[in-house]
């Protein structure tokens, strides 16, 4: 009998160790944080996936999207690595732009491996655009004048001086012979600043990314003169030219993606990860990725954290090359 007992008690030792382990409920609450004022690119990332995870009900209630802005993601990678490493529900949006600064060492005492690296969303693209009414209809108007008299063209970006949008313009002006250093630039924080100071007349051209044009090439008020891709990009997107047809060398994808605190657990982590791949093959999010002028680039977890860190590398060597990095 007591043999049996044993047995018996071995065999359900066995199946609670190799049964699998219950998944985890998805979080009560969760947050979004944009790190820059409304409007911008980061803006658009949260509010994709809020609207995404709502219509596939991945999550019961709907995400709130808060705004923290500062420093192109520094001021919100510092609270979530400080102040709120474990909150399972929270989200932060990045950008290739947020990559650059990390290169550069711009977000403080923490770096590129100080938080766990989620999901990428989608891919933007750099583009440069001016009022409709400009006497700029090209690229090589702009750039013309610009060479003729850098002080007659005030560049306007959503970052600062060496970031992703100071950079795509410091690139355009070695084309054409000028130090980047001595070009008009005005920093703004974020996309929808930019755009307010353009058609305010403030400043003649926006460094931006197109994604952050998408809302308003409807209105007749902004002509976007190049979008740094490979080729021309599909659908109503077809008529921008790109800044390598017009005889300029620069091409510049910009990822768009997510970071979740350093102390979220592995099993919490993983709940975000399995979300955002069964979310990314939706019909649902597709629509919406597509509505906010992002294409396909979907990357997660162990992939996405080799990805983000061999493109901080990478823009570490070209933020040396400007002076911007040792």
Known sequence: MKKT?????????????????????????????APAKPGGGFDLTCKLIQVS????????????????????????????????PAEFGTVVAFSGGSLLNLSQGKFGRYNVDDVKWLAAVGTDYGMIAVRTDSPYKTLPDLMDAFKKDPNSVVFGAGASIGSQD???TALLAREVGIDPHKMRYVAFEGGGETV????????????????????YLQGD???????????????????VPTAKE??????????????????????EYQWWIDTFKKTMVTDEFKKQRDLR??????LTGQE???????????????AKDFGLAK
């Open 246 to 267: 017009q005889g300029f060398n620069l091409v510049w994808p910009i990822i768009r993606g997510f970071y979740v605190g350093p102390k979220v657990s592995e099993e």
């Open 53 to 84: 995870l709502q219509e596939t009900k991945a999550i019961e209630k709907p995400m709130r999207v808060t705004y923290m802005p500062g420093g192109v993601g520094a001021v919100a990678y510092n609270a979530i690595v400080a102040q709120r």
């Open 221 to 239: 008020k902004i002509r976007v003169l190049a979008v740094y891709a490979d080729q021309r990009l599909p659908g109503e997107l077809t008529s």
């Open 5 to 33: 007992i044993n047995l018996a008690l071995t065999a359900t030792a066995l199946l609670f160790t190799t049964a699998p382990a219950f998944a985890i409920e998805a979080p009560s609450r969760t947050e979004c944080i």
């Open 196 to 215: 307010t100071a353009l058609l305010g007349n403030h400043i003649q051209a926006v460094s931006g990314d197109l994604s952050e044009m998408v809302p």
């Open 166 to 168: 100071w950079m795509k």
């Open 293 to 298: 002028g992002l294409f396909e680039f979907n």
């Open 304 to 318: 996405l954290d080799t990805y983000v860190k061999n493109q901080v590398n990478q823009y570490r060597e070209q």
